[in-house]
C-alpha cells in the first residue's frame, strides 16, 4: 500500500522532471568577444563621475527622515498612556 503511494509520487516527478526538460527552450548569451569600450560607459563619453543628480538624493533621505519623525512623534502622541 505505501508502496503503491510512494511508486506513484516518484513517478509523478519524474514526469514532471521530463515534462521541464522538454518544454525548456535554448539560452542565448552574449558572444564570448568582448567588444571595445571608449570611455567610461557610465556616462555619456566623459570620464568618471557623479551618475544621477546627489543634490535630489539627499534632499529625498532629509524628507524621509523628517517625515518618519513626524509620523512617530504622532504615533506617540496618540497613543500615550492617561493619566489615572
Known sequence: ?????????VASVATTLVAWLLC???????SP???????????????????GDPLF??????VIGLVSL?????YVRLTARRGD
Open 1 to 9: 500500500m505505501i508502496g503503491d503511494r510512494a511508486a506513484g509520487k
Open 24 to 30: 525548456a527552450g535554448a539560452a542565448f548569451a552574449a
Open 33 to 51: 568577444t568582448p567588444d571595445p569600450i571608449v570611455g567610461d560607459p557610465r556616462s555619456s563619453g566623459q570620464g568618471p563621475g557623479l551618475v
Open 57 to 62: 538624493a539627499v534632499l529625498a533621505v532629509v
Open 70 to 74: 513626524v509620523a512617530t512623534l504622532a
